[in-house]
DNA sequence: TGTGCCTGAGACGTCGGATGTCTCGCACGA
DNA sequence: TCGTGCGAGACATCCGACGTCTCAGGCACA
């Protein structure tokens, strides 16, 4: 195996063992070079992939330390993933969310709370009833993060957050300008938010439901 | 910006663009860093973090290549991030696989083929009765693995395979050695390829949902 | 003519050092 | 006491050199 997978795994290693804890800092470039038994060079190699996907932190000028590790920063890395997916597996993404999407609605339908519930309310009255697609794109993304995160589980919010990045959604809105679909979206959205209201969760289930299959089916037709 | 997430953007950039397709050859390093307007080093960093998440393919001697891009491929890279969290976020976890598992279970129930069903029989038999915790997770794996390939989902697949890396699936039963929930685990698992086999999608997806809330309750009731 | 070995070119792997840039803490002066 | 300036420390970037590996093509042998 190569010194910079070497390395790579001996910095998992140190952080998985509980040796680096999240917030530490790593000892000096050079140091840690040392340490491994590697060049500076061949070092910086492993903390940069590290901190792509956002295990490292690296401050120039002050030094390098372990992230939160939290779910949230972790999957972030997902979406940078997902972007490179190409048109042909927009229907699978949207098939999974289809899947985890209703569930995170279910699951909001209790918890969720009065505030939040206004919040989501007064966003949709903003935005009226003839939005450009980005303001669309973006209200979307809005209203459906703003319920899974009331659904109490950061793994399952950044996993949707991840799915549902702006690439994707932008590629499926681009398709579904038609004035009938963009309505009934936003009476869809809507309706869910009744649901929530009603802390009703099998209800607020069936509208995620169907507002994403309705989606899904336009976007079927359209490929 | 520093000049690494740069190029890294710009390599993203010109695969997504599509001017760098699946199994193309990028230019050797010292020309592609010279385009860029970097130095070797810098972009070997940035080449170095794409490879880590599957984008980029260095083979030494030979040149760099962009890989298939297929969702597997690119989703294996969750699993290296699922590692680092801790215990406290492995219910969360399991909450986002038992929303999951169900629903590719039930998808599978009418697209399972008969020799899978029998590969799946052949594998439960060959466990036996009184297994080693690691016969028991490998096991576990690979049932669960090939039920949910046949749900035709790849993206599922491999967020799935992802979320239900070694690693945290030997956390749990680490836990779990008790005589009765190992029993009561196969069982289950012959409950599901039962219902499989009777193309029954909704007792499938009830059979799978209480195998891992049951792992679900017992892995609370120990933390 | 077909097969296998050998060799050389090309590309990545690794290294060491030099210089630029940024951040933080401390000392100094108002 | 507060604000400014300076210097140490750490990361950012670059350069050039050499090692190692892969692949393809030439050459010898059967």
Redesign the pocket.
């Known amino acids: 195996m190569?010194?910079?997978d070497e390395a790579i795994e001996k910095i998992k290693g140190m952080i998985v063992s509980g040796a680096l804890r999240p917030g530490d800092r790593?000892p000096?470039?050079s140091e840690l070079a040392a340490d491994l038994g590697?060049?500076?060079?061949?070092l910086?190699e492993a903390v940069r992939a590290l901190s792509l996907i956002r295990i490292l932190d690296?401050?120039?000028?002050?030094?390098?330390y372990v992230t939160s590790l939290d779910p949230q920063l972790l999957l972030e890395a997902l979406s940078f993933v997902v972007d490179f997916h190409r048109d042909d597996t927009v229907l699978e993404f949207l098939a999974v969310r289809r899947i985890l999407e209703p569930a995170a609605t279910a699951m909001a339908a209790s918890r969720i709370s009065e505030q939040q519930l206004d919040a989501l309310a007064n966003q949709l009255d903003k935005l009226g009833n003839a939005p450009s697609v980005e303001e669309l794109v973006a209200c979307d993304l809005e209203f459906h993060r703003g319920i899974v995160q009331s659904s109490g589980n950061s793994v399952l919010c950044s996993l949707l957050d991840g799915l549902s990045g702006p690439t994707t959604r932008a590629r499926i809105w681009r398709g579904l300008t038609q004035e009938d679909a963009v309505s009934r979206t936003l009476h869809e959205h809507r309706a869910i938010l009744a649901a929530l209201r009603d802390r009703d969760a099998e209800a607020a289930r069936s509208w995620a439901t169907v507002h994403i299959a309705s989606v899904e089916q336009w976007l079927r037709s359209t490929l």
Chains 1, 2 share one sequence.
Do not use: H, I, W
Request: aromatic share 0%; glycine share 10%.
């Open positions: 190569a010194v910079t790593l000096k470039e590697l060049s500076r060079n061949s910086r690296v401050r120039q000028g002050d030094g390098t």
